[in-house]
């Protein structure tokens, strides 16, 4: 069936954010990853990772647009992120992956979140709480195959196969596990825990398993088990050496000029001196600095955007200001309050990341996490959940 999209609306930014910085959110962009990761995905279902306020961009607001397009189940970090995710999405399902901690258990009974147990003496304990009140707990156990972060490792799992009366009262609704090396397809790291979940899981109770995030989505049905835990593809971070296709960066960070100024050769522009202009340079003053997540490195080699036309960082970055060599630009392109793209779809922030050595989504949640977001959604229909392709053709198609 044909489904209508309306495209991401491009108007201005409105008051009071038009005159700071602004990452704009395309929610439609982030529901059109969501259906690509459907399409692709040869499981069960879906479902969104939105841990640390989904990435910065917004737990509520995404979960409720994801929500609307079907997805039913959300992943966060612990208790606290649950409950304020919660009254968005009344119906859903929530885990929270960094299992107790130091929360009671009847704490994730009462707001039905489901904890992503992290260890046996979790087990143990959640077991014990659930046997003490007389009902089961829905729970979630994590294996560690690998990653040496969180789940049981090898010689808790066995203490667990041996002993299955260990969950008694535990009502266990998926096994989790989590990729080391998921950025790097070839890394026979992953062969070796995918091998380690699928013979400990033949062995503990049955339940959904739960091993893919973004990047083994794309990787194909070996990888794919019952349960998807995507975050960073439903905001456009491409998470593999291997290039992922079919997603939009659901993010767009501008920000206004507040100043231009002629500045003669030989004058030295930001702390330090740190710009040495060796030409008569004009330079744009723009309202963005680290205090909004831009790491200063970013600066060194790096560009903005005014229009189409690439615009480089001169002088580093202060804590709100970074300024721009704009000599090369047409005469009235930029003037004071001129927007300059930062990152966006056609700037994305990969690139930038690998230069500075550091995962997109170290970048993506600083910046987000910062700046003034506004959000962008079509205003054509919801999205039904029909505009599903049918699975099993999926299933062939992926196989064949
Ligand atoms: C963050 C996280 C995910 C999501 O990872 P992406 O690569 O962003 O899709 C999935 N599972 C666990 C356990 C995580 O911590």
Same mark, same amino acid.
């Given at each position: #069936?044909?489904?209508?999209?309306?495209?991401?609306?491009?108007?201005?930014?409105?008051?009071?954010?038009?005159?700071?910085?602004?990452?704009?959110? +395309?929610?439609?962009?982030?529901?059109? +990853?969501?259906?690509?990761?459907?399409?692709?995905?040869?499981?069960?279902?879906?479902?969104?990772?939105?841990?640390?306020?989904?990435?910065?961009?917004?737990?509520?607001?995404?979960?409720?647009?994801?929500?609307?397009?079907?997805?039913?189940?959300?992943?966060?970090?612990?208790?606290? $992120?649950?409950?304020?995710?919660?009254?968005?999405?009344?119906?859903?399902?929530?885990?929270?992956?960094?299992?107790?901690?130091?929360?009671?258990?009847?704490?994730?009974?009462?707001?039905?979140?489901?904890?992503?147990?992290?260890?046996?003496?979790?087990?143990?304990?959640?077991?014990?709480?659930?046997?003490?009140?007389?009902?089961?707990?829905?729970?979630?156990?994590?294996?560690?195959?690998?990653?040496?972060?969180?789940?049981?490792?090898?010689?808790?799992?066995?203490?667990?196969?041996?002993?299955?009366?260990?969950?008694?009262?535990?009502?266990?609704?998926?096994?989790?596990?989590?990729?080391?090396?998921?950025?790097?397809? $070839?890394?026979?790291?992953?062969?070796?825990?995918?091998?380690?979940? $699928?013979?400990?899981?033949?062995?503990?109770?049955?339940?959904?398993?739960?091993?893919?995030?973004?990047?083994?989505?794309?990787?194909?049905?070996?990888?794919?088990?019952?349960?998807?835990?995507?975050?960073?593809?439903?905001?456009?971070?491409?998470?593999?050496?291997?290039?992922?296709?079919?997603?939009?960066?659901?993010?767009?960070?501008?920000?206004?000029?507040?100043?231009?100024?002629?500045?003669?050769?030989?004058?030295?522009?930001?702390?330090?001196?740190?710009?040495?202009?060796?030409?008569?340079?004009?330079?744009?003053?723009?309202?963005?600095?680290?205090? +909004?997540?831009?790491?200063?490195?970013?600066?060194?080699?790096?560009?903005?955007?005014?229009?189409?036309?690439?615009?480089?960082?001169?002088?580093?970055?202060? #804590?709100?200001?970074? #300024?721009?060599?704009?000599?090369?630009?047409? $005469?009235?392109?930029?003037?004071?309050?001129?927007?300059?793209?930062?990152?966006?779809?056609?700037?994305?922030?990969?690139?930038?990341?690998?230069?500075?050595?550091?995962?997109? +989504?170290?970048?993506?949640?600083?910046?987000?996490?910062?700046?003034?977001?506004?959000?962008?959604?079509?205003?054509?229909?919801?999205?039904?959940?029909?505009?599903?392709?049918?699975?099993?053709?999926?299933?062939?198609?992926?196989?064949?």
């Amino acid at each position: #069936m044909t489904c209508a999209w309306a495209p991401w609306e491009t108007g201005p930014i409105p008051a009071p954010l038009a005159s700071g910085p602004v990452l704009e959110v +395309n929610l439609q962009a982030i529901v059109d +990853n969501h259906r690509t990761l459907r399409r692709r995905f040869t499981g069960t279902a879906v479902t969104a990772v939105i841990k640390s306020d989904a990435y910065g961009l917004g737990a509520q607001p995404v979960a409720q647009a994801l929500a609307k397009a079907g997805c039913g189940t959300f992943w966060v970090n612990d208790l606290i $992120e649950a409950l304020a995710l919660r009254p968005a999405v009344p119906k859903a399902t929530i885990y929270a992956l960094q299992g107790l901690g130091v929360d009671a258990v009847e704490g994730f009974r009462a707001a039905g979140v489901i904890p992503v147990l992290a260890g046996l003496a979790e087990v143990e304990r959640a077991a014990e709480a659930a046997r003490h009140a007389g009902a089961a707990l829905p729970v979630a156990i994590q294996l560690d195959t690998g990653l040496g972060r969180l789940g049981l490792p090898a010689g808790e799992v066995e203490r667990l196969i041996a002993a299955p009366e260990l969950t008694d009262g535990l009502d266990i609704r998926c096994w989790v596990s989590h990729l080391a090396a998921f950025d790097r397809p $070839e890394d026979p790291l992953n062969d070796r825990q995918r091998a380690l979940f $699928e013979a400990w899981t033949a062995r503990l109770p049955p339940a959904a398993l739960s091993l893919a995030a973004s990047a083994c989505v794309f990787r194909g049905p070996g990888w794919h088990f019952d349960l998807a835990r995507a975050g960073s593809a439903h905001f456009g971070v491409q998470t593999s050496a291997r290039w992922q296709p079919g997603l939009t960066a659901a993010y767009r960070l501008t920000a206004p000029v507040l100043r231009i100024v002629e500045l003669p050769a030989g004058r030295t522009v930001g702390y330090r001196g740190v710009g040495r202009l060796v030409r008569p340079t004009r330079v744009a003053t723009i309202d963005l600095g680290y205090a +909004n997540g831009l790491p200063p490195a970013v600066t060194r080699g790096g560009a903005a955007r005014i229009g189409t036309h690439a615009v480089p960082f001169v002088g580093g970055a202060s #804590m709100s200001l970074t #300024m721009l060599d704009v000599t090369d630009l047409p $005469e009235g392109l930029v003037q004071v309050g001129t927007r300059c793209v930062v990152f966006d779809t056609d700037a994305p922030i990969e690139p930038v990341a690998d230069r500075l050595g550091v995962a997109p +989504n170290a970048l993506l949640t600083q910046i987000a996490g910062t700046t003034p977001k506004l959000y962008r959604a079509t205003t054509g229909p919801v999205v039904p959940d029909r505009c599903q392709p049918d699975r099993a053709a999926t299933a062939a198609a992926v196989s064949s």
